[in-house]
């Protein structure tokens, strides 16, 4: 599985983003699939997951009510609408795969095989 993300830029708190996630391979669109975000100097954190068939979310406290995580297997895109930001949400954002066969939304890096190359947010107060 390939991950490509998009979609980062420079916002006002307050404002909406959305990110996309293309992956590719013929496994893309079963796979678990999770963004991930790092801030300078921390630690890559949990932000959203999804289940293969988007039936099934989870988010960090952080950004529950503010993010949405969504998948259209059809087109083997994950978004992530992301409202209401904040300046802490500042970060690098990464989408992220699980191997096939695991079906369980894992919240930690070392849960997810697959990385994409990551795309910068940035909040301005």
């Known amino acids: 599985v390939q991950l490509q993300a998009s979609g980062g830029g420079l916002v006002q708190a307050g404002d909406s983003l959305r990110l996309s996630c293309a992956a590719s391979?013929?496994?893309?669109?079963?796979?678990?699939m999770g963004w991930f975000r790092q801030a300078p100097g921390m630690e890559r954190e949990f932000v959203a997951g999804?289940?293969?068939?988007?039936?099934?979310?989870k988010y960090a406290d952080s950004v529950k009510g503010r993010f949405t995580i969504s998948r259209d297997n059809a087109k083997n895109t994950v978004y992530l609408q992301m409202n209401s930001l904040k300046p802490e949400d500042t970060a690098v954002y990464y989408c992220?795969?699980?191997?096939?066969?695991?079906?369980?939304?894992?919240?930690?890096?070392?849960?997810?095989?697959?990385w994409g190359q990551g795309t910068l947010v940035t909040v301005s107060s």
């Open positions: 391979g013929r496994t893309a669109s079963s796979s678990v």
């Open positions: 992220a795969a699980r191997m096939l066969g695991l079906h369980l939304i894992g919240v930690t890096p070392s849960e997810y095989n697959y």
């Open positions: 999804i289940s293969w068939s988007g039936g099934s979310t």
